[in-house]
Structure formats: C-alpha cells, structure tokens
C-alpha cells in the first residue's frame, strides 16, 4: 500500500496534506515538443482574449517548469538565469478553472515541482479588482503571479541586485510566454496593479513584491 501511496504521488495523481494546507505533486514536464524555439519566438504575441474552457494540470506542470522549474537537481539550477543563483522569485498560481484542482491561490515549489494551496477559493475577481478591473484577469482560467522577495538578492549585491531581480522575472515571464506558445495557450503581462491589493489577496508575506500578473488560457 505505501509503495503504491507512493506511486501515485510521483505520478501527480495523489496529493498530500502538509499541515493544514494540501501539496499536490504535479505531472514530470516534458522536455521536447513539436514546436521549436524559432517558432515559438516568431508567433509570440499577448493574448488577451481566451476560451471559457478548463487547462488540465499538465499543462499547469508545463508552465510552472517553464518559469522556474529546476533545470540540474545536483546545483538547483533553473529554466531562468539569477543573479548569484540567490533566486529571489516566488510563483503563485491564481486557479479558477483547472481540470481536478479546486479553486483558489497556490504556490510553486520548484524544488519538488508541486504546488501548496494557501488559501481556497476562486480569487479571480478580487485580483481583477486589484488590477485595475482588465478583464483578462476575470476571464482567464487560471492567472500566474510572479512575486519577489528583494533581500535574498541584495544581501550580495546591494541596491544593483533591485535591478538584478528585475532582470530576472522578465526573464521568468518570458519562459512563460514561449512555452505558452508551445502549448497553444494565450498570455499576457500585466504590471498595472494596486501592490498591496495584490499582495493581500495572495496573503503574501511582508518583505514579498508583487512584480507581474500573468492570465492563462486557451486560444
């Protein structure tokens, strides 16, 4: 039974429950696909518009690799380059529909590629709010936050590592866009938000920066 237990967390079938929040082991990405870089870059474009239809959780696993998703176990290396590999970059996923997820806000725990719920309920429409009412926000089913935590960089580097980190999530949203790409799926950047709405809808911590919201959809 625990070798079976086991078996299925790998798979991305079973989740767990640590404390009082539930960790869902997501689906291993694949690395190849039918699309090449040169493509994905040609027909790279912000989508604002999506489908009323659910992503599956594979599809979720794909983009969460893709924006910082650990590249060699032995160094902890990302699919993002980091200034001093000092990763100050947290992923949250906002998720209103996502076919076997429930509702509700999650982060990405690259380390082990999972995601730990942290609060439940569909927050689409409080972030929507927060963001100035786009209605790409509303609309999508699922949107991706990327937020930062400044001192674990400038600890090193002092105020140039604000810029470091800057560098860095445009680097971690371009992953995003590319594989998005790849995946026949629409997203855009949106950095026009109330801070402080964002970060209380996510119930960030007090030293975390919210630096873009990213809605996901079918196209």
């Not at 990405?29 to 039918?34: G, L």
């Not at 076919?99 to 082990?112: A, F, I, S, T």
């Not at 309920?121 to 972030?127: A, C, E, H, Q, S």
Request: charge should be positive; proline fraction near 5%; include cysteine.
């Amino acid at each position: 039974m625990k070798i079976l237990t086991i078996f299925l967390i790998i798979l991305g079938l079973l989740s767990i429950v640590e404390g009082e929040n539930k960790v869902i082991k997501l689906p291993e990405p694949r690395y190849k696909s039918n699309v090449s870089i040169e493509e994905a870059l040609l027909k790279r474009r912000s989508i604002r518009s999506y489908k009323n239809e659910p992503l599956n959780v594979s599809e979720i696993s794909q983009v969460l690799w893709a924006a910082q998703g650990i590249t060699d176990k032995r160094t902890g290396f990302r699919t993002a380059p980091s200034a001093g590999a000092l990763y100050p970059l947290e992923i949250y996923l906002v998720i209103g529909k996502v076919k076997d997820l429930e509702p509700g806000v999650y982060k990405y725990r690259p380390e082990n590629h999972e995601i730990i719920l942290v609060s439940k309920g569909d927050k689409r429409n409080d972030l929507y709010i927060s963001a100035l009412r786009q209605e790409w926000i509303k609309n999508a089913p699922v949107v991706i936050v990327i937020s930062a935590i400044f001192e674990r960089t400038t600890i090193k580097y002092g105020e140039r590592g604000i810029r470091y980190v800057y560098m860095e999530a445009g680097h971690c949203a371009q992953n995003i866009y590319l594989q998005c790409v790849s995946l026949n799926l629409g997203t855009v950047t949106v950095g026009a938000f109330y801070d402080d709405e964002v970060k209380r809808v996510l119930n960030l911590q007090k030293n975390e920066s919210p630096l873009y919201l990213m809605p996901i959809g079918k196209i």
